[in-house]
């Protein structure tokens, strides 16, 4: 049988050292992943005029050069944000204004009742050069109805867009 040597070893480890090493790099990587996104929120009063004919139109504007907006969320509401506005419906839009009204393809959310609030994850979105609006029609429509649209939206560079989406 062979005699058994043994070796005593001491050594320390610094975990400490290491954790903050690894929290700092954790840190840098969100910073370099991070997009970068403005909130905002657009606010639109509109009165109906008189003989006003469906659909009447709110319109809420549209994103600048090289940034797309992803809407989040829509209410509309008529003198306050209690009182139903009987038999007029709203509808969201975003795209191409014309002289003709609405254009249909550019429908991205129906069926809005006034007061009504509606959220959405993705799937409303503006791009440049389009208007985000909000188109009121039914037999409820009369002259001197106030109406009040407002909606939140993400600002999202278009360079960033792949990114935001996925």
């Given at each position: 049988?062979?005699?058994?040597?043994?070796?005593?070893?001491?050594?320390?480890?610094?975990?400490?050292?290491?954790?903050g090493?690894?929290?700092?790099?954790?840190?840098?990587?969100?910073?370099?992943?991070?997009?970068?996104?403005?909130?905002?929120t657009?606010?639109?009063?509109?009165?109906?005029?008189?003989?006003?004919?469906?659909?009447?139109?709110?319109?809420?504007?549209?994103?600048?050069?090289?940034?797309?907006?992803?809407?989040?969320?829509?209410?509309?509401?008529?003198?306050?944000?209690?009182?139903?506005?009987?038999?007029?419906?709203?509808?969201?839009?975003?795209?191409?204004?014309?002289?003709?009204?609405?254009?249909?393809?550019?429908?991205r959310?129906?069926?809005?009742?006034?007061?009504?609030?509606?959220?959405?994850?993705?799937?409303?979105?503006?791009?440049?050069?389009?208007?985000?609006?909000?188109?009121?029609?039914?037999?409820?429509?009369?002259?001197?109805?106030?109406?009040?649209?407002?909606?939140?939206?993400?600002?999202?560079?278009?360079?960033?867009?792949?990114?935001?989406?996925?």
């Amino acid at each position: 049988m062979l005699p058994r040597m043994g070796i005593e070893l001491h050594a320390e480890l610094d975990l400490g050292a290491k954790i903050g090493d690894l929290q700092q790099s954790v840190d840098q990587l969100r910073k370099a992943i991070a997009l970068p996104v403005n909130v905002r929120t657009l606010v639109q009063q509109a009165t109906t005029p008189t003989g006003v004919s469906a659909p009447f139109l709110i319109k809420l504007g549209g994103p600048s050069v090289a940034v797309i907006w992803d809407v989040r969320s829509v209410v509309l509401v008529g003198a306050d944000d209690h009182t139903a506005v009987a038999n007029v419906t709203g509808a969201v839009y975003a795209g191409q204004l014309n002289a003709q009204g609405v254009v249909l393809p550019d429908l991205r959310w129906p069926g809005l009742t006034v007061p009504s609030a509606q959220t959405f994850n993705a799937q409303v979105v503006a791009q440049t050069n389009q208007q985000l609006y909000v188109a009121l029609s039914g037999s409820g429509l009369s002259a001197g109805q106030s109406y009040l649209v407002t909606a939140v939206v993400i600002e999202v560079q278009v360079e960033d867009a792949p990114r935001y989406f996925s």
